[in-house]
């Protein structure tokens, strides 16, 4: 599976953003995606993730009501929308596919995301 992230940027704080992670190969074997984020010094930490076809959703506190995750398996694409940005929420978003069956991880390289206060 081939993980491509998309649509980062710098926005000031408020703005809005979708960032857009398209996937390719065996996304038939895909369980559940998610978007990660790794600010600078800190460690990865899960943000949103979605399992497949959209039945079940999760997110991060600090996210909740700001952060819509969603998919289009017709797209194999999966999308974060980010509204009422903040400045913490600077990082590199990272996509996630985690495989059924042997539970291999795969990632994205990653899209910047700065905000400006």
């Known amino acids: 599976v081939q993980l491509v992230e998309s649509g980062g940027g710098l926005v000031q704080a408020g703005g809005s953003l979708r960032l857009s992670c398209a996937a390719s190969?065996?996304?038939?074997?895909?369980?559940?995606m998610g978007w990660y984020r790794q600010a600078p010094g800190k460690q990865r930490e899960l943000v949103a993730a979605?399992?497949?076809?959209?039945?079940?959703?999760n997110y991060a506190d600090s996210v909740k009501g700001r952060f819509t995750i969603s998919g289009d398996n017709d797209k194999n694409t999966m999308y974060l929308q980010m509204n009422s940005l903040k400045p913490e929420d600077t990082a590199v978003y990272y996509c996630?596919?985690?495989?059924?069956?042997?539970?291999?991880?795969?990632w994205g390289k990653g899209t910047l995301v700065t905000v400006s206060s």
């Open positions: 190969g065996s996304t038939f074997m895909i369980n559940i």
């Open positions: 996630n596919a985690h495989m059924h069956g042997s539970g291999i991880n795969y």
């Open positions: 979605i399992t497949n076809g959209g039945g079940s959703t």
